[in-house]
């Protein structure tokens, strides 16, 4: 309560509703695969769009894992690509990616240094200075342009005797005409120097410039001699251009960086924007390379660009202004195909950041939907791998909660190996589709076949946005899919529906749609994938929308304040149809009170709110019955 010490009128602000509950979002995604490019670790990337994904993680061309043993690379398709591309296709909106890469032990019976390796990389000329991709990968590949910058005379006369310097900062790397090397001694051409602020005994701000050797010239000492009229000081930089290109060399995209430095501790530093860490992931997303300078001083480092773009510091250089160098990067490699353990991801305990895999989609609250686009294929040679995937995945979801997994059939599948290994799934938090889907591949215009998690995740998404979370995902046009790999009919699905086997099935003029909504548990409360995920959305809403009643008082205003706040949110509910029930009364009850937590329970700082609610349950079975009526019946 508000003190009142001194007479007067006192305004106070009161509120008397209940606090209000937000829906949460349902139809965010977490998807987990190897790709082309990208990181490999740390937090997961969020993707809006399959442009975004193509810039950040490479396009749609196919993967070529290195072979452990050393011999042809294998080529496979790009999985989680492909995925991610279906999902927003099919009215997705929002993915969390998580790229994932199998890394050898051993190259030429060597220990692998995973900082390097898999990174595309090119040398600079002669200099010994070298550039790589920032992530490993084929599509690190790029051509990188160095082009020299020098910029106009910077020493001018401040009309008292002294040179000053005007549009230097200090680090800068400063090429001089004709700088004295020791203090003192007659001008010697062609000097690069380092320049530096200082203020003197007075308070006055100065410059001077530093060599390797220390230094060098101070342009206000009374000690050294000033600089003439006649000499000049120009700013040395560089810009850097990356050119992205695809497969066939074609350049995709062109970014480029102007004015950088050279000192470590300078303006715009080469060495610092384009070092291998970087102090952001935005920042790591931002900067396609890494510029190894090789520790080099700023002199040092500029003075190996000169030269190894074909210009000389003891010339005149600013004649060599625009002077270039391109190289491009190669080598990359996509890695090893990943098992399970790189599904299933690790995490450092002294490095909260550092997780890799499902691990890292725990750190992220908005996902409800994850997948695992491609882990399925070829999963006929190693059913063992496909299930301890699918288990991971299962287990992920049931740990958070909030989420439900979409687990892939195998490719090549009969009805009996489809129903095998859905027969080793039981989990209200996972759904099991089948068969593949037949899409034409936009790389190579032929006919592939691809896992249905990604279209199943954006039919989830889509039919959140345009129905609510309460309504079944199904019944749902599959946008993009000219087939399946099988082409099911009824009598083989009433054998595949009842054991959860949810089908993707082609309709006579109807088109290509997903008919099956149930999830893997044998639990026939959770059947359905539409209850599963609907209570996700309730239970989450209520508990964020109630974090402000943590630590109040647990009395009978509270129980009263939490019974309203959520008994508004069910009637929302229920008068938008997604409730049972003629009335609120039949649809859902709210209790807090006496009569939901004992003595104990307040001794103990718990509130016990009992909350029911009558959910909608989809109509799978639409039975009309027909029989003969006669016409003058009454």
């Not at 000081?233 to 050119?243: A, D, P, R």
Request: hydrophobic share 40%; charged share 25%.
């Amino acid at each position: 309560m508000p003190e009142y010490l001194a007479p007067g009128v006192y305004v106070e602000e009161t509120s008397f509703r209940a606090k209000s509950i937000e829906g949460v979002s349902t139809s965010t995604a977490g998807f987990v695969g190897p790709a082309r490019y990208g990181p490999i670790d740390g937090p997961p990337t969020l993707v809006t769009s399959f442009a975004e994904f193509e810039r950040l993680f490479g396009g749609l061309d196919r993967l070529e894992f290195a072979d452990p043993k050393g011999g042809v690379p294998i080529r496979t398709h790009n999985y989680l690509a492909q995925g991610v591309f279906n999902f927003f296709d099919n009215g997705g909106s929002r993915v969390y990616v998580s790229r994932i890469y199998g890394f050898p032990e051993k190259v030429d019976d060597k220990p692998v240094d995973r900082s390097t390796y898999g990174r595309a990389t090119a040398g600079v000329g002669a200099s010994g200075l070298k550039v790589l991709a920032r992530f490993p990968g084929q599509a690190g590949a790029a051509r990188v342009t160095i082009t020299l910058r020098v910029g106009g005379n910077v020493l001018a006369d401040d009309g008292a005797d002294f040179r000053v310097l005007r549009g230097v900062n200090p680090g800068d790397v400063v090429w001089v005409s004709d700088a004295g090397s020791p203090v003192g001694s007659a001008p010697a051409g062609g000097n690069l120097f380092t320049a530096e602020r200082y203020f003197d005994g007075q308070g006055r701000a100065n410059w001077r410039l530093l060599g390797d050797g220390g230094v060098v010239w101070e342009l206000q000492s009374l000690f050294v001699g000033a600089p003439a009229v006649s000499d000049r000081v120009h700013v040395v930089s560089i810009t850097l251009g990356v050119k992205h290109v695809d497969r066939a060399g074609k350049t995709v995209r062109e970014e480029s960086w102007e004015n950088l430095g050279f000192s470590p501790d300078g303006r715009s530093s080469l060495a610092l924007m384009f070092g291998a860490s970087l102090p952001s992931r935005t920042r790591e997303l931002r900067i396609p390379v890494i510029f190894d300078t090789g520790g080099k001083s700023g002199v040092a480092l500029a003075a190996a660009l000169i030269s190894a773009v074909g210009a000389s510091a003891a010339g005149d250089l600013p004649a060599e202004s625009g002077k270039g160098i391109e190289v491009t990067l190669e080598k990359g490699v996509d890695g090893l195909a990943p098992g399970f353990a790189e599904y299933i991801g690790t995490e450092d305990p002294d490095d909260p950041g550092a997780k890799t895999g499902l691990k890292s989609l725990e750190d992220i609250a908005d996902i409800s939907i994850v997948a695992a686009p491609g882990y399925s294929a070829g999963g006929g040679d190693d059913p063992t791998r496909v299930q301890t995937i699918s288990n991971a995945l299962v287990s992920h979801a049931e740990k958070m909660r909030y989420r439900i997994a979409v687990l892939d059939s195998a490719d090549g599948q009969s009805l009996a190996d489809v129903r095998a290994q859905r027969a080793q799934l039981d989990s209200a938090w996972a759904a099991f589709y089948y068969p593949w889907v037949r899409v034409l591949d936009q790389v190579t215009g032929e006919e592939i076949i691809l896992p249905p998690s990604g279209f199943v995740s954006g039919i989830y998404a889509r039919n959140d946005v345009e129905k609510g979370v309460h309504k079944a995902p199904a019944n749902e046009i599959a946008r993009g899919a000219l087939g399946f790999e099988v082409m099911l009919n009824k009598g083989q699905q009433d054998v595949l529906n009842p054991e959860g086997i949810n089908c993707f099935r082609f309709f006579e003029g109807r088109g290509n749609r997903l008919w099956g909504a149930r999830t893997a548990s044998s639990d026939p409360e959770w059947k359905y994938v539409n209850l599963r995920r609907y209570f996700a959305y309730l239970e989450r809403s209520i508990e964020r929308g109630t974090q402000w009643a943590v630590f109040e008082n647990n009395n009978e205003p509270l129980w009263a304040n939490v019974r309203r706040t959520i008994e508004d949110f069910l009637y929302n509910e229920w008068s938008q149809a997604h409730l049972m029930g003629d009335k609120p009364e039949t649809a859902y009850f709210v209790r807090c009170d006496r009569s939901t937590m004992t003595q104990n329970d307040i001794d103990n700082g718990r509130l016990v709110c009992l909350i029911g609610v009558a959910p909608v349950r989809p109509a799978e079975f639409v039975i009309f019955r027909i029989g003969q009526w006669t016409a003058g019946a009454k």
